[in-house]
């Protein structure tokens, strides 16, 4: 049982799709669980509101993107350690997913996404009749 | 003859240091002050009468962080995100990190310790520093004589 989740990024933690606004674009780091029913993935997004992310998924492909609202305006950080930008990320899914069953939850930052199979794409167990 | 003691480790650090500065300017916009693998990642800036320090702590819970001000200037947070406890899959990324972390950190001046707040809200947590009276800055009147 595997499935083939890919993407493409460039090698510096940010997203490669290119954004209108001049913004710093982050890509959230994601951990990915399967069973045989799902895929759960799991991903870091702080200061995301819902109704500032926007998750679609088409034809396999499932894109990920938070919208972060500026906390501040005009400061100057005495020290400053991280950026705060958008987040995006996209995967292309190998299984066959029940798109109308995908579901989302947001809560303290952290994004889980169930995308649950098809059922043609169940495991089934195969019955052996003694003859 | 110029002695100089050849040490590679401290030449590679500061090559790495070049090369980061380097790619801050073009790149990766983002601030970095410290080390890159310290956790997490603080953001510090100051009004008149507070200061603020901000940390992205996603999957955290208020109640798994504990804050300390010593001494009036030294702030420490410790906290811990659990690995979920899963059964019958199996794992095809891990990018997360988890595990306990403590950070500590001497601020830039003192601070009221009995009236810091905290706030944490969708990952993010804002710790609110009042000033000690002392370190506000006072503005100077000039007599025209």
Redesign the interface.
């Known amino acids: 049982m595997t499935t083939t989740l890919t993407e493409t990024k460039n090698g510096n933690g940010m997203s490669h799709a290119e954004t209108t606004r001049d913004a710093t674009t982050y890509c959230p780091r994601f951990d990915i669980w399967e069973t045989e029913d799902e895929l759960v993935l799991y991903g870091d997004m702080p200061g995301v509101t819902p109704e500032n992310l926007d998750i679609h998924y088409e034809n396999g492909q499932l894109g990920i993107h938070g919208k972060v609202c500026p906390r501040h305006d005009d400061i100057k950080f005495s020290y400053g350690e991280y950026g705060i930008g958008d987040y995006h990320r996209s995967f292309t899914v190998g299984e066959a997913i029940n798109a109308e069953k995908i579901s989302a939850e947001l809560k303290h930052g952290v994004l889980t996404l169930h995308l649950p199979k098809s059922e043609k794409v169940k495991p089934r167990k195969i019955e052996i009749k003694s003859g | 003859m110029l002695a100089t003691r050849w040490e590679p480790l401290t030449q590679m650090n500061r090559l790495r240091h070049e090369m980061d500065r380097l790619?801050d300017r073009w790149?990766?916009?983002?601030?970095?002050?410290?080390a890159r693998n310290?956790f997490p990642?603080?953001?510090?800036?100051?009004n008149d009468d507070n200061l603020f320090v901000?940390a992205?702590?996603?999957?955290?819970?208020l109640e798994d962080l504990e804050i300390m001000v010593t001494g009036g200037n030294q702030l420490s947070i410790n906290g811990e995100r659990k690995a979920?406890e899963?059964e019958?899959?199996?794992?095809?990324?891990?990018?997360?990190?988890f595990g306990k972390f403590n950070r500590a950190l001497e601020l830039?001046g003192y601070v009221d310790s009995e009236n810091v707040s905290a706030e944490?809200k969708?990952?993010?947590l804002t710790i609110t520093l009042p000033k000690r009276e002392e370190v506000k800055p006072r503005r100077i009147e000039v007599k025209v004589s």
Do not use: I, K
Request: net charge negative.
């Open positions: 790619f790149g990766d916009n983002r601030p970095q002050q410290y310290t990642p603080l953001n510090l800036w100051e901000e992205e702590l996603p999957g955290f819970a979920p899963l019958g899959g199996t794992w095809h990324r891990r990018e997360r990190g830039p944490f969708n990952g993010v």
